[in-house]
T-cell receptor
Framework: DADVTQTPRNRITKTGKRIMLECSQT?????MYWYRQDPGLGLQLIYY???????NKGEISDGYSVSRQAQAKFSLSLESAIPNQTALYFC?????????????FGPGTRLTVL | GIQVEQSPPDLILQEGANSTLRCNFS?????LQWFHQNPWGQLINLFY???GTKQNGRLSATTVATERYSLLYISSSQTTDSGVYFC???????????FGKGTKLTVNP
């Protein structure tokens, strides 16, 4: 089984709808991240969390919210989806930087907002 | 904020050829990773290499932190090497990776 899983893998929705993307990990990492990738570009950080009680905004948090339900689960919500939020969304995890700074990515969720 | 530039933006090779991908960054970093995004969109960690040299099979990477660049070498390329290669850097803790725009590699049979 994959260490970092994302659901759904693909989603098509309409403008104004509320959408939740879910991420689960079995790596036992404390740190989790949500990134967005637009076509032809690199990834941009939306939100990150160092533990269940710690949530931080990234570069492009406007229009998004997150919930860290447990060490293993980190959800991203679009409260009212708009077409320019059409993108590929990635969840990632990492261990304590004392151990390793390497980030491990899930398979991605392709979101289309019509 | 820190800027990350990757070159070339596109690269087309014949199977068996060697290639070098470059990543320049504008400030000192303590985290640098290379990723391969395959044609299905999956991101694969290749190297965590904030400094020094590492090798893994046909791939190797070198980061010269004092000169603010990293190189990814691909030898004897295969069609399965096709995809986009990203360099990402971080400063301070690992809370924020800044990604370059990637190098799109196409390996033809």
């Amino acid at each position: 089984d994959a260490d970092v899983t994302q659901t759904p893998r693909n989603r098509i929705t309409k403008t104004g709808k509320r959408i939740m993307l879910e991420c689960s990990q079995t790596k036992g990492h404390d740190r989790m991240y949500w990134y967005r990738q637009d076509p032809g570009l690199g990834l941009q950080l939306i939100y990150y969390s160092f533990d269940v009680k710690d949530i931080n905004k990234g570069e492009i948090s406007d229009g998004y919210s997150v919930s860290r339900q447990a060490q293993a689960k980190f959800s991203l919500s679009l409260e009212s989806a708009i077409p320019n939020q059409t993108a590929l969304y990635f969840c990632a995890t990492s261990d304590s930087p004392i151990i390793s700074d390497t980030q491990y990515f899930g398979p991605g969720t392709r979101l289309t907002v019509l | 904020g820190i800027q990350v530039e990757q070159s070339p933006p596109d690269l087309i090779l014949q199977e068996g050829a060697n290639s070098t991908l470059r990543c320049n960054f504008s400030d000192s970093v303590n985290n640098l990773q290379w990723f391969h995004q395959n044609p299905w969109g999956q991101l694969i960690n290749l190297f965590y290499i904030p400094s020094g040299t590492k090798q893994n099979g046909r791939l190797s990477a070198t980061t010269v932190a004092t000169e603010r660049y990293s190189l990814l070498y691909i030898s004897s390329s295969q069609t399965t090497d096709s995809g986009v290669y990203f360099c990402a850097v971080g400063q301070g803790g690992s809370e924020k990776l800044v990604f370059g725009k990637g190098t799109k590699l196409t390996v033809n049979p």
